[in-house]
């Protein structure tokens, strides 16, 4: 079935340190995974994607990570800042009836402490 | 360069009324998309509009529906209203549905009474 799920709903980081939200998905058929930050009040940020043909992808102190064998994905932000604070989303996406379709896990709050 | 724009930001209806959202997408961009948010189901998809055309739809009873119009503005209608229907309902917008960056604006809370 479609299912996109998170491991914890909330991480603790220490500002300065690495943070790593992870992901489990049951769904093979997305084409692509995408992560997605929202901030309190707002909606959901863009923040890097992965096409599932690619196991690493690199942005602005993010990097994001797809494991096929397992159906897991990572997001990794280095040197966490306190406006990283937030909740984070990822998402599958696949192309179906002529249009693109994303299916968001549960989310997890980062919370950067100082 | 104007972000995806949700009107109202908040509403208050009553159980049984009908309720009209709208978003403007980014300029340039022609899908649209509708997300309902919640605490207990999180991020839902509703539907997905391009061209005019609903592409894809989720599971959600056909009380809720939508339409886009020809600038690529987009509505979406929920009748008859249930205490469960309060959410924020998001809408995205992408560039064309080719496109794998989804802007999302910032949502219209619904709060059903």
């Known amino acids: 079935g479609e299912s996109v799920g998170l491991h914890l709903p909330t991480l603790s980081v220490q500002e300065g340190d690495n943070s790593i939200i992870n992901c489990a998905y049951s769904?093979?058929?997305?084409?692509?995974f995408i992560w997605y930050k929202q901030e309190s009040g707002k909606g959901p940020q863009f923040i890097i994607d992965?096409?599932?043909?690619?196991d690493k992808r690199q942005g602005q102190r993010v990097t994001v990570l797809l494991n096929k064998t397992v159906k897991h994905l990572s997001l990794q932000i280095a040197a966490t800042q306190p406006g990283d604070s937030a909740v984070y989303f990822c998402a599958e996406n696949w192309v179906t009836g002529g249009g693109n379709k994303l299916t968001f896990g549960t989310g997890t709050q980062l919370k950067v402490e100082l | 360069k104007a972000g995806v724009t949700q009107t109202p930001r908040y509403l208050i209806k009553t159980r049984g009324q009908q309720v009209t959202l709208s978003c403007s997408p980014i300029s340039g961009h022609r899908s649209v998309s509708w997300y309902q948010q919640t605490p207990g189901q999180g991020l839902q998809f509703l539907f997905e509009y391009f061209s005019e055309t609903q592409r894809n739809k989720g599971n959600f009873p056909g009380r809720f529906s939508g339409r886009q119009f020809s600038n690529s503005r987009s509505e979406m209608n929920v009748s008859t209203l249930e205490l469960g229907d309060s959410a924020l309902y998001l809408c995205?917008?992408?560039?064309?549905?080719?496109?794998?960056?989804?802007?999302f604006g910032q949502g219209t809370r619904l709060t059903v009474v």
């Open positions: 992965i096409r599932s043909n690619m």
């Open positions: 769904n093979s058929a997305s084409d692509y």
């Open positions: 995205a917008s992408r560039r064309d549905r080719s496109n794998t960056e989804a802007f």
